[in-house]
């Protein structure tokens, strides 16, 4: 996860950057000591999103774009709440941060349409190095998103699907059936 994460730095960056301005620039507000309506919406999607790729709901490509969904929006956050605390402001200032997930939502169609398929070409070279290694065939060997679809060749040879597996970035391994 943190290869993929660094693949990203660009663009979690920019989503700092926006919610570091949004912080710093988008404050006041009506003071609530409750969290602002689209916080909480926001809040509770994050934790829907980290469960269904944590336990496996969803795979692939959809699992990427929904990791870089996380990490953007926890950027965003982490970004307006330094700096609405080094402005010494309340987090309770959060009412117009919404703002900039106008501009987070970009950059993170942009590292899904830019960076997520310039880091699944990594690794198929990486997962097609292995498997050239090994004897197989590694045309027989997809990657999508962070995940690696397996020829079920692959069944027998459990230290090939450990090495694939332990492959930076590489989020899990699964046996197609042939």
């Known amino acids: 996860m943190l290869d993929f994460l660094i693949h990203l730095w660009p663009w979690l960056a920019g989503s700092l950057a926006t919610g ?3 912080g710093a620039f988008l404050h006041g507000g009506t003071l ?10 926001f809040g509770a999607a994050f934790v829907a999103g980290a469960a269904a790729v ?3 709901a969803v795979e692939g490509a959809v699992a990427a774009a929904i990791e870089i969904a996380l990490a ?3 950027a965003f956050i982490l970004g307006a709440a330094l700096l609405a605390a080094a402005r010494r402001g309340s987090l309770k200032d959060h009412e117009r941060w919404a703002v900039g997930l106008v501009p987070v939502a970009l950059l993170w169609w942009g590292a899904v349409e830019i960076a ?3 880091y699944e070409a990594q690794a198929q070279k990486r997962v097609a190095a292995l498997a050239q290694g090994a004897g197989l065939d590694p045309a027989g060997f997809t990657v999508s998103g962070r995940d690696v679809t397996a ?16 492959t930076p970035g ?5 046996l197609a059936r042939d």
């Open 170 to 174: 590489v989020r899990r391994v699964i």
């Open 20 to 22: 570091a301005a949004a």
């Open 54 to 56: 944590a336990l496996g």
């Open 32 to 41: 609530r000591r409750r969290p602002a309506r689209w916080l909480s919406w």
């Open 151 to 166: 020829p079920g060749a692959l069944a027998g040879k459990t230290d090939l699907a450990a090495e694939i597996a332990a």
């Open 116 to 118: 997520a398929p310039a």
């Open 72 to 74: 953007c929006f926890l």
